[in-house]
């Protein structure tokens, strides 16, 4: 319905914005000049302790001079509640004492079937929840118990129980003077084709009321209380009232505090929901049992610009998840996306809170992966990338992907990370499938390597390795002290000891592995014996040889190297932390980029920056290969040092 200016106006003037807006914050009467319509408060949209939030009766608007929000009545209802503007402008009609234009004639007789079919659907609710609380409905109580719902959750959600008897909410309503047509509109009454009386669809289940956006129930979901009974949940049919495809359960409850959370949680089932709010987490929605639309999509943005969409880590719970995905991306746009929770061990999120209380729910749905993520997993768990042709196919799908996102803007940064994210899984992959030196120059074995977090990859190892080379060959430290110097160690305590040896090269006449020993001081002993090994006693006084730590992540050095190839493997793994330093760099440059058309020299730098990656990477592959036939030919001689002994 579209509304005048005029009304508008109406409404405004008969409502003070302080007295819409004061429903949600708190006047600071040091600030605040009532008599003057002026009024200062903590702004509700962003969290702060001194007021910067003005509201101006005058003018009937309001402004935060903090984060910039503002609007009128209408927005500020919106904002707040998660309301439409035609479902602002009701309310607040209401509120005012204002009329509203009367519909045509052919919407007054629709809107009144409507309110028919609620008032009908409100009378089988009464009737639920007063037959749980009859002897029959003791299988439904002892459900309830078993799920551990309390009796304030079970009122909150007006839960109750539908007889397992043919007719028995048809005879109720019939006594209730309603019609059997509308009530078999309503979703309640099933007519069989054959001829057959019409029967009670609920029967023998525990019955959920499912409420539209102003908390009217509209329709049911039953659960059913017989072990073998089928369909397990059964939902009320498409009715003019109830459309499963729009609606969201829990939605009525949910919408103040998601917006004061700034986040709303969706899970898979409405008892999973109900299990989550009772343990105290308002802003959680449930979907009724069908696959993700683009009503869902919309109206789950307007409570979170980014929701959490909590489904169990089981198959079906990751399938669902991926036909999700299909639908969000075409609808994708700047600011608007979704994140995913996967819950362990296939526990739902009522088993989850039994178990750990809301604090483990929480700290799930707290590591929920970005939409971005999630589609890079199901796109490469399953794909081969072992030839040019099956990368490129690869290539070629997440490109398709991209096509389907509308929002331009948004389309060029998911190509801009997509192209990143393949380049780091095919150097992964490229790295994994070849054959390494034995494990004496590339530590670990994974064919996922991770260049951004290197205190969980090989790359900490490596960093350990260098330290562990500088102490046991200063000389070799001296000569590659520059190269050093310009990569920074990711593992705890290595980038202050790797500066300490270099205060110890400038300050030592002669280095030695001795005199580093002798020079660093204790606050480095720790790291000392984590990159190389100082002797460790046992009770017998004797223990590991010094420098055992280094020998035990480099093995070839057992078989007395010859120096020339220490110092390639030296090299070999700068190269790889430098190439750790290169990627951060790139995703600094693409996180620093507004736009892409605004700004096509930053994207090109990004786009040879990235070449210059897979340059250097294969010519890395290239050196490590042949590293390794040198290093199998020392192993081959069977020549081994002799272990140094150990000290005390």
């Given amino acids: 319905m579209r509304f005048s200016p005029q009304l508008l106006d109406d409404i405004r003037a ?50 935060c001079f903090g984060c910039g929000a503002s609007g009128d009545h209408f927005k500020f209802l919106s904002e707040t509640e998660g309301l439409s503007f035609p479902e602002a402008v009701e309310r607040l009609a209401e509120d005012a004492g204002v009329a509203l234009p009367k519909a045509d004639p052919r919407e007054i007789r629709q809107a009144a079937a409507r309110k028919g079919l609620t008032e009908i659907v409100e009378i089988a609710a009464r009737f639920f929840e007063q037959r749980l609380q009859a002897p029959e409905g003791r299988a439904a109580r002892d459900y309830i118990e078993r799920r551990a ?23 109720h309503l019939k006594e209730q003077a309603v019609e059997e047509k509308d009530a078999v509109e309503a979703g309640l009454l099933i007519v069989p084709d054959d001829g057959r009386p019409s029967y009670d669809r609920f029967r023998g289940r525990l019955m959920i009321p499912i409420c539209d956006d102003r908390g009217r129930a509209v329709a049911f979901g039953g659960r059913t209380l017989d072990p073998k009974g089928e369909p397990k949940y059964l939902n009320s049919p498409e009715t003019p009232v109830f459309q499963k495809g729009s609606m969201l359960f829990n939605l009525d409850k949910a919408r103040e505090p998601a917006h004061k959370a700034g986040g709303v949680i969706v899970t898979e089932g409405y008892l999973d929901a109900i299990a989550v709010w009772q343990a105290g987490v308002g802003n959680v929605v449930a979907t009724l049992g069908t696959a993700f639309t683009e009503d869902h999509i919309h109206r789950l943005w307007r409570l979170a610009p980014e929701p959490v969409i909590c489904f169990d880590g089981d198959r079906a719970g990751i399938a669902a998840a991926h036909r999700a995905i299909d639908r969000m991306l075409p609808l994708l746009k700047s600011g608007f996306s979704f994140n995913f929770a996967f819950l362990p061990d296939g526990k739902d999120p009522d088993d989850l809170i039994r178990s750990g209380g809301r604090e483990a729910f929480l700290a ?55 192209r990143g994210r393949l380049s780091e899984l095919f150097w992964s992959h490229d790295r994994g499938g ?83 020993y002798a ?10 014996d984590e990159v190389h090994g100082e002797a460790a006693r046992t009770a017998t006084g004797l223990g590991l040889p010094r420098g055992h730590r280094l020998t035990e992540r480099l093995p070839i050095l057992r078989f007395a190297p010859p120096a020339e190839f220490v110092e390639t493997c030296f090299d070999l793994m700068v190269e790889r932390l430098s190439l750790r330093l290169l990627s951060e760099d790139i995703e600094a440059e693409i996180a620093g980029l507004a736009d892409a058309d605004e700004d096509p020299a930053a994207a090109m730098r990004i786009l040879e920056l990235t070449r210059e990656r897979g340059r250097r990477r294969e010519e890395l592959l290239r050196l490590e290969q042949e590293l390794a036939e040198t290093a199998k030919a020392i192993r081959g001689s069977g020549v081994r040092a002799a272990a140094p002994a150990a000290t005390g």
């Fill in 364 to 418: 799930e749905v707290g590591r929920a992966s970005p939409l971005f993520d999630v589609i890079v997993a199901r796109e490469t768990a399953e794909a081969r990338i072992d030839t040019p042709e099956r990368k490129a196919a690869l290539e070629a799908r997440f490109d398709d992907l991209v096509r389907q996102i509308k929002d331009e803007r948004v389309a060029r940064r998911y190509r801009l990370a997509l």
């Fill in 14 to 63: 008969r409502l003070p914005i302080s007295a819409i807006v004061g429903r949600k914050v708190t006047w600071d009467r040091r600030k605040s000049q009532p008599a003057r319509g002026d009024f200062w408060a903590c702004c509700p949209f962003h969290k702060e302790k001194s007021p910067s939030f003005h509201c101006d009766d005058r003018r009937g608007i309001y402004h």
């Fill in 519 to 528: 020079h660093l001081g204790a606050e480095h002993a720790a790291v000392l």
């Fill in 149 to 171: 719902l309390r009796p304030e959750t079970v009122a909150a959600f007006r839960i109750g129980f539908a007889p397992a008897e043919r007719d028995a909410l048809k005879r």
């Fill in 434 to 516: 070849r054959r390494r030196p034995g494990g004496d120059v590339a530590p670990g074995g994974s064919s996922t390597v991770d260049l951004r977090h290197a205190d969980q990859s090989e790359l900490a190892t490596i960093e350990r390795i260098l330290l562990g080379l500088c102490v046991e060959n200063p000389p070799l430290f001296e000569r590659r002290l520059d190269a050093l110097l310009r990569i920074e160690m990711h593992g705890p305590g290595l980038e202050a000891f790797k500066r300490a040896l270099y205060r110890a090269a400038i300050e030592i006449d002669e280095m030695s592995a001795d005199a580093c």
